[in-house]
């Protein structure tokens, strides 16, 4: 086996709940892993304030305005094995959790079309890794742990 590329990445995930639900969004082909569920959110650009980076993503992958942003946590995930493009990697993500409030009357809906999301819908708590799935362990971290996002 060769040697796997070490990859280190920094996001910033919204999570935004309406006190029943979780705005959850879906990779697209263009992201990785394909096909799976997480936060609405994303890499912080090199000298990006994550604060404006979790707003950036947020209104790109959902087209929602964030009243607040709230730094609450940071969850992060460490694996070695076949990663994106199929190359060996020792990847290590990085998430900062904001507990985000946002505008409103305003239906999420995809903006950047082109981008790494493809869908993006609210989910029962309880649906959660059932009526979507497969969910990135962030996903399933932040709804074992919603006590600190919604208060």
């Given at each position: 086996?060769?040697?796997?590329?070490?990859?280190?990445?920094?996001?910033?995930?919204?999570?935004?709940?309406?006190?029943?639900r979780?705005?959850?969004?879906?990779?697209?082909?263009?992201?990785?892993?394909?096909?799976?569920?997480?936060?609405?959110?994303?890499?912080?650009?090199?000298?990006?304030?994550?604060?404006?980076?979790?707003?950036?993503?947020?209104?790109?992958?959902?087209?929602?305005?964030?009243?607040?942003?709230?730094?609450?946590?940071?969850?992060?995930?460490?694996i070695?094995?076949?990663?994106?493009?199929?190359?060996?990697?020792?990847?290590?993500?990085?998430?900062?959790l904001?507990?985000?409030?946002?505008?409103?009357?305003?239906?999420?809906?995809?903006?950047?079309?082109?981008?790494?999301?493809?869908?993006?819908?609210?989910?029962?708590?309880?649906?959660?890794?059932?009526?979507?799935?497969?969910?990135?362990?962030?996903?399933?971290?932040?709804?074992?742990?919603?006590?600190?996002?919604?208060s």
């Open positions: 086996m060769p040697e796997p590329t070490r990859t280190q990445r920094l996001g910033a995930y919204a999570v935004v709940t309406d006190g029943e979780i705005l959850l969004t879906r990779i697209s082909a263009v992201g990785y892993p394909t096909g799976w569920w997480g936060l609405p959110g994303g890499g912080v650009d090199h000298g990006e304030s994550p604060n404006v980076a979790v707003r950036r993503e947020l209104y790109e992958e959902t087209g929602l305005k964030a009243l607040s942003a709230r730094l609450m946590d940071v969850h992060d995930i460490h070695v094995e076949v990663g994106r493009g199929d190359m060996y990697e020792d990847y290590h993500g990085v998430h900062l904001y507990a985000v409030e946002i505008e409103p009357g305003t239906e999420p809906h995809v903006v950047e079309l082109d981008g790494t999301t493809d869908d993006v819908r609210w989910v029962a708590f309880a649906d959660v890794g059932s009526a979507v799935e497969p969910v990135l362990p962030v996903v399933t971290y932040a709804v074992e742990n919603l006590g600190q996002f919604t």
